[in-house]
């Protein structure tokens, strides 16, 4: 999974991502934008995995992971290029978390704009539609053209359908993850990775000082449809050096119970609306990420595309229930030992077998 860390210049989008990912990439307030993203894995702590390794004593323990991406700051300046490599690049990713400056800092305020979230996010909801809107105009002439020249098929008239509802609801000035979008059309759109059609997490990049009094810009941000939380992003940097018992009581004092790795991944399946399932076994414990409402023979196809093509069954188990009986046979005793088709909808903490044959 590949999350991009975006927002305006300076907002403290490195800094947080030294927190998540104990990297010690420079930050500065005069540093000049870089030309490219830093990229770091976060490994998603999952308790279960822990336990049922300890279960199973297997030779190789595999938490799920996220890849974070930490771009330079955009949607700056009227000379800033939404077609350019890095914009494609942002464009890539399966979800944004926009770190937006609620810190006070006078000389940023002057360099650059003063803290404003909600000034900020505006602007960055305008850029993002104004970028989608171009791209889609673009595509809409072209295809345009290409009817004047006698190149119409029925793929062409989807997708020119489905680009003229977006349009409509670029035009209103409206982001097009809210439009709800046939599933043909969508599929017909896929490819274009619109920025308003990402979803997106809100952060608010504050002072240890100003943490608890964010409750008014967030709850704005949250009427507005966005998920949204804040964060003492130079704090958490500062956390990331000390010891693991240092770091919780500082976290405690400030009414928190999880690391930043722990809240942000935890935000983001969220924000995706993930879940996970696991394999288990003598050689490998192993967290797998789908979206829920996945199906056995999809979740399948995430371990090997064989799996998928040969599947016959799942055999399938409870995480909770192997905690309480302690072992595979007293499941199958209890009938607790279930076997899935295909269509079996895979549930949060499902722990899978898949029967295949190819
Ligand atoms: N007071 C305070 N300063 C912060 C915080 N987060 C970041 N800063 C400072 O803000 C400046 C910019 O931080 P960066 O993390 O480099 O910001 P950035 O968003 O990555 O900057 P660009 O990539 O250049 O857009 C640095 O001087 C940081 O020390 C914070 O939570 N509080
Ligand atoms: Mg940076």
Known sequence: MKIALIGPPKSGKTTIFNALTGADYEVDKYLPAASEANIGFVQVTDERITRLSELYK????IYANIEFHDFPGIFARESDNPETAIYTEIKGSEAFVLILRAFKDEELDQLYSAADPLKM???????????????????LERILHGYQRGIKTPALQLEEKALNLILEQLQANKSIRDLELGPEEAKAVRG??????????????????????QEETLSAIRQRGFMAEVIAGKFEQELSSLSEEDAELFL????MTLSINDRLTMLCYELLGLISFFTVGSDEVRAWTISKGTNAVDAAGKIHSDLARGFIRAECFGYEAIMEYGSE????????FRLEGKEYIVKDGDILNIRFSV
Request: no cysteine; proline share 4%.
């Open 252 to 255: 405690a004092d400030m009414g």
């Open 192 to 213: 274009f990775q619109f920025f308003s059609a990402k979803p997106i997490l809100v952060l608010l990049n504050t002072s240890e000082s100003e943490f608890k009094k």
């Open 58 to 61: 297997p030779k190789k323990t």
């Open 121 to 139: 996010l505006s602007h960055f909801e305008d850029e993002m539609i104004l970028a989608d809107m171009l791209v889609v105009e673009k595509r």
């Open 329 to 336: 046979k007293h499941l199958r005793e209890k009938g607790l």
